[in-house]
């Protein structure tokens, strides 16, 4: 297996640094500016799991809600094995700035489990999940904060997680987004992160003046936001030519057959027999030919030890804070366009939403118009972002925060927050 190079930021670090610039430019007042610096409210629940060989293990469930001033907190449930309370924090409030920049009527919240799904059976997985809803259901509630698919869970964990509620309180489809098809999810919701990072791109390519088709894309991370990611881009005309996993990379300068790649990787098929690829590292991968560089895999991958290997001209974040500050800045300097995650990867709580307006009203779409409200609601972030970084002459990073940030502290002062 192949690690990644450590970063020069936590993944905290590097939220807090871009919500600390925003805040300054936007001349954010003091008390708006301390209240939006902490969470509203952190728990770390205890769920006890027997395992399989009769042995008792406690794992622990953390979920955040950052702020919930535009509406319901919304956020993902990771299982990872390196999660931890200030991870979790982190995302949490780069889900607040993310939904506000979409318009979405929602707040900003991350879940968190400390677990290496492959060390645990279904069985193992399936108690873990129900303990976690047990454990955190106080604080959630389709009116109050609504958990969906990040790394390491999808539709099964989502299909236990809403049976748990609903035992609990009855049938709740909409206390978390992400859920199958069967079961009151949406069409479109499994490949919409990806899809919506491919609509980034375009949109950034077009601004930048670079054509999409013939382009060679590298892709870090090939799970739910890699795998769509490379298959939507491929069908924009783009040449895929790396893709990695947690185990590595592989690397055709012609370009990768994508198709079988996602083929595969649905399949858990691991290896890569019979293709015509070179293996390299999840490292050389970010450094490799390409004009559109994807991470997504984990934070805190391209940082100030690598960021000037990185050939791409352009960074479409798929992945959550993949970039520090340090290697943001010098991929700034260098001139590379970083589309930052809260823009880029937000398809998936668009997509949500979605999910979620058809639970609340006992209705199912019908793809199509999944796809129009996507295209629709990226394309608008996208033109909102540019349009600010343009006529603040700042970068995409700085331009998505200021506009989430400022949404957010306006709704917070009609709320009047500071009448407790
Ligand atoms: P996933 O679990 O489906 O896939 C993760 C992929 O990353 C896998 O291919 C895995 O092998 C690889 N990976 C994990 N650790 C790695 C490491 N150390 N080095 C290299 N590769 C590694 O997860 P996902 O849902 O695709 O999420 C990926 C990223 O996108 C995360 O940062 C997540 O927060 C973000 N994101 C996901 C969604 C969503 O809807 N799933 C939405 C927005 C953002």
């Given at each position: 297996m192949t690690t990644i190079a450590s970063p020069d930021a936590t993944e905290l670090q590097t939220v807090t640094h871009s919500y600390e610039a925003a805040a300054g430019a936007i001349g954010l007042a003091d008390d708006l500016r301390t209240v939006l610096a902490q969470p509203y409210r952190e728990i770390a629940a205890q769920v006890p799991v027997r395992m399989d060989?009769?042995?008792?293990?406690?794992?622990?469930?953390?979920?955040?809600?950052?702020?919930?001033?535009?509406?319901?907190?919304?956020?993902?449930?990771?299982?990872?094995?390196?999660?931890?309370?200030?991870?979790?924090?982190?995302?949490?409030?780069?889900?607040?700035?993310?939904?506000?920049?979409?318009?979405?009527?929602?707040?900003?919240g991350k879940g968190g489990m400390t677990l290496d799904c492959k060390e645990l059976s279904e069985g193992e997985r399936q108690r873990a999940t129900r303990g976690a809803m047990r454990g955190l259901e106080k604080v959630l509630g389709p009116m109050r904060d609504i958990m969906a698919p990040d790394m390491g869970t999808g539709p099964q964990e989502m299909a236990w997680l809403m049976d748990e509620y609903s035992r609990l309180v009855g049938h709740t489809p909409a206390i978390v987004t992400g859920k199958p098809l069967d079961l009151g999810g949406t069409c479109g919701r499994v490949e919409a992160t990806g899809e919506g990072v491919a609509i980034a791109a375009r949109e950034a390519a077009r601004e930048a003046g670079l054509e999409l088709p013939g382009a060679r894309v590298a892709v870090q991370g090939f799970g739910n936001v890699g795998s769509h990611a490379a298959d939507a881009l491929h069908r924009l005309g783009c040449v895929v030519v790396g893709v990695s996993d947690i185990e590595g990379a592989v690397y055709n300068p012609g370009g990768l057959d994508v198709g079988e790649l996602v083929r595969r990787a649905r399949a858990g098929i691991a290896?890569?027999?019979?293709?015509?690829?070179?293996?390299?590292?999840?490292?050389?991968?970010?450094?490799?030919?390409?004009?559109?560089?994807?991470?997504?895999?984990?934070?805190?991958?391209?940082?100030?030890?690598?960021?000037?290997a990185v050939r791409a001209r352009m960074v479409v974040e798929g992945a959550n804070n993949p970039t520090?500050?340090?290697?943001?800045?010098?991929?700034?300097?260098?001139?590379?366009?970083?589309?930052?995650?809260?823009?880029?990867?937000?398809?998936?709580?668009?997509?949500?939403?979605?999910?979620?307006?058809?639970?609340?009203?006992?209705?199912?779409?019908?793809?199509?118009?999944?796809?129009?409200?996507?295209?629709?609601?990226?394309?608008?972030?996208?033109?909102?972002?540019?349009?600010?970084?343009?006529?603040?002459?700042?970068?995409?990073?700085?331009?998505?925060?200021?506009?989430?940030?400022?949404?957010?502290?306006?709704?917070?002062?009609?709320?009047?927050?500071d009448i407790y």
């Open positions: 060989g009769g042995g008792l293990r406690v794992f622990t469930a953390y979920r955040v809600q950052h702020n919930g001033a535009l509406g319901p907190f919304k956020g993902g449930l990771r299982y990872h094995p390196q999660v931890d309370l200030d991870e979790v924090r982190a995302l949490a409030a780069a889900m607040t700035w993310k939904t506000a920049l979409t318009g979405l009527p929602f707040g900003g290896g890569h027999d019979g293709l015509d690829v070179e293996r390299i590292t999840n490292e050389e991968l970010l450094g490799v030919e390409c004009e559109v560089l994807v991470p997504a895999a984990v934070g805190g991958v391209i940082h100030a030890g690598n960021a000037d520090t500050p340090g290697g943001d800045a010098i991929l700034n300097e260098r001139g590379v366009t970083v589309v930052p995650d809260i823009l880029a990867n937000a398809g998936g709580v668009i997509v949500s939403y979605l999910e979620w307006i058809q639970n609340t009203q006992n209705v199912q779409w019908k793809l199509a118009q999944v796809q129009q409200e996507l295209e629709q609601r990226m394309t608008d972030a996208f033109g909102v972002t540019h349009a600010r970084s343009l006529h603040e002459r700042c970068t995409l990073r700085e331009a998505a925060h200021r506009v989430g940030l400022e949404r957010v502290a306006a709704a917070l002062r009609l709320r009047g927050f």
